[in-house]
């Protein structure tokens, strides 16, 4: 018998079975095996919210939610924060490798110059209402791209992929943007090219008059860091339903689209705007006790707090409260850090989130830093699916490319009624 291996006694027969460990895994399928009888189905394992199971082997991202750690490809969050631009990491997330600097000039060509849509994108953006959320846009739109680019659907060319890569960590900075300026009014501010992935994107949300837009170099990098910060993280809600979705062959603007719709709940990207809510709601250091008393109460939860796989501090809000003394140097500081700060302090030191182990998250501060750069609060989830979307697309084609995944589908237990006949019209009581 193997040591590296289960023993299970089925009580139910007395029957053992030897089941093998691989990477700290079981093979539910192995379970199976495991029968009343021969007609028997076998064993099945149940874990709703899949908090327990392991839906692929991925090369991507890392995390040690006990200790605090975050890796993209093996290097630390914190390094590539510190030394890297959005788009170079996303190269890294897409390939498994910092890139060369020729590598990263053709990288960063490419993308660049996939950052222009369709005119006729224009026309579908204009049919939304003006007061649409713009997360609501982005995902019509993203999924809209789709009809643009029907080759998208020979999912199994590499080549044909790449191009769609590009197009799609691009276009979706534009069509952001764009959602932006319709809400508000204002025309479509076109990307120009000469400038960084981030500078771009600041030119297309906030230029006006001025002939050529120059980002601040401050808040350029600062959202290069944000961006950083929330372009992978492994199998969280949103990428398990972009792998899902995907894993039916769809094209990947569909897959995107239904990854960006998975991201907007307020449990999950949309929490970053639930947090500014929160913040402006309690509005002042002193209402806070008050507040956390209400959430300890079970009233609601403390936005921003919180995490399936952190137990520990979140090592990206770590890395965004420096960023955020860089971004309120140039803006000056908003009123609300005071509040976060209070909140974060009082929550840490408080039996309910110790004993828990609730820390900030992410969304904690990137939405005070947002607000201060001038994003209205309805644009922090579209601003998590910018930079995501890099993480999205590497775990697609990690999907595809596993020879080991097949559609997903999970099974059930199925409690409902057994078999019943039909019941006409009038015998049918009101239950
Ligand atoms: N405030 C108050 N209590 C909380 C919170 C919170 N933010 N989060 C979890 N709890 C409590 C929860 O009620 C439960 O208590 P009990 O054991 O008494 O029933 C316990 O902590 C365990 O929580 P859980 O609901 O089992 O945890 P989960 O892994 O299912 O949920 C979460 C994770 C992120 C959805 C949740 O913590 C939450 O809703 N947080 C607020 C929303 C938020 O900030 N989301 C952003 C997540 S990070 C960015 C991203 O990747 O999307």
Not at 201 to 217: A, C, V
Not at 251 to 265: E, H, N, R, T, V
Not at 311 to 318: H, I, L, S, T, W
Request: glycine content about 6%; overall charge negative.
């Amino acid at each position: 018998m193997s040591s590296n291996s289960l023993t299970i006694t089925d009580n139910r027969t007395g029957k053992q079975y030897e089941i093998p460990i691989e990477n700290g895994t079981i093979r539910t399928m192995d379970l199976r095996k495991i029968k009343v009888a021969d007609d028997d189905f076998g064993l099945m394992g149940y874990d709703p919210a899949f908090t327990n199971t392991a839906s692929t082997k991925s090369n991507i991202t890392f995390i040690d939610g006990d200790k605090g750690i975050l890796r993209y490809r093996g290097y630390p969050i914190e390094q590539l924060a510190g030394k890297c631009t959005y788009l170079e990491v996303a190269y890294l997330i897409l390939h498994g490798e910092l890139p060369t600097e020729a590598q990263l000039k053709n990288w960063n060509w490419n993308i660049t110059h996939h950052t222009f849509i369709n005119e006729n994108i224009k026309k579908v953006l204009d049919g939304f209402h003006y007061d649409a959320h713009p997360m609501g846009i982005f995902i019509s739109t993203v999924s809209a791209l789709s009809t643009f680019y029907p080759d998208a659907k020979n999912i199994f060319d590499a080549e044909n992929r790449h191009k769609q890569i590009y197009r799609l960590i691009a276009k979706v900075a534009t069509i952001a943007a764009f959602a932006y300026r319709h809400r508000i009014g204002l025309p479509y501010a076109y990307p120009d090219n000469d400038l960084s992935f981030t500078g771009n994107f600041l030119n297309m949300m906030f230029k006006t008059s001025e002939l050529k837009y120059q980002p601040n170099p401050v808040l350029e990098r600062a959202l290069d860091v944000l961006f950083i910060l929330h372009a992978d993280h492994e199998q969280n809600c949103s990428t398990n339903s972009m792998r899902g979705i995907g894993s039916s062959h769809v094209d990947p603007y569909s897959a995107l689209a239904g990854a960006a719709a998975a991201l907007y709940g307020p449990l999950h990207g949309g929490a970053n705007e639930a947090v500014l809510r929160m913040l402006s709601e309690i509005g002042t250091v002193d209402r806070i006790p008050e507040y956390i008393k209400r959430v300890k109460e079970g009233n609601f939860k403390l936005m921003g707090f919180g995490h399936r796989v952190y137990k520990n501090y979140d090592p990206r809000a770590r890395i965004i409260k420096q960023v955020a003394d860089e971004v309120f140097e140039v803006t000056g500081k908003d009123k609300l850090l005071d509040v976060a700060l209070e909140l974060e302090r009082i929550a840490l030191d408080d039996e309910y989130f110790v004993k828990r182990k609730l820390y900030p998250n992410v969304d904690f501060y990137s939405g005070i830093i947002y607000k201060a750069m001038g994003f209205p609060v309805e644009m922090f989830p579209v601003l998590f699916a910018i930079p995501r979307t890099s993480g999205w697309i590497a775990q697609w084609e990690e999907m595809l490319l596993d020879p080991e995944q097949k559609i997903a589908r999970p099974r059930q237990v199925y409690l409902g009624s057994d078999e019943r006949d039909f019941v006409p019209m009038e015998n049918r009581n009101p239950s």
